[in-house]
């Protein structure tokens, strides 16, 4: 594992960001948390690479709120194409 940052992902929509904090805490100290809106996932930042494994570890296919969490480590994020480039089609 390179990061500390770690996707979470099968959340219920109704689950908030104090309550994943809550749980992640357990496992060392949570430096935020993000839950993408209406999507049901997020993402959870640990302070360290060794507490996120071991977060990964400890939490990974455990039921929160009646679903199975699946817990990977985050993927860079892919920078977004520019819709107001040069690409841009002319009629």
């Known amino acids: 594992m390179q990061g500390s940052k770690l996707y979470v992902g099968n959340l219920g929509y109704s689950v908030t960001n104090q309550q994943l904090e809550e749980l992640f805490t357990n ?20 302070s360290s690479t060794e507490e996120a494994q071991k977060a990964m570890e400890a939490l990974n296919d455990t039921e929160f709120n009646g679903r199975p969490l699946k817990i990977d480590e985050a993927r860079p994020q892919k920078p977004r194409r520019d819709f107001h480039d040069n690409n841009r089609r002319r009629y």
């Open 27 to 46: 496992q060392g100290t949570v430096k935020s948390v993000n839950i993408i809106e209406g999507k049901g996932f997020g993402f959870v930042e640990m």
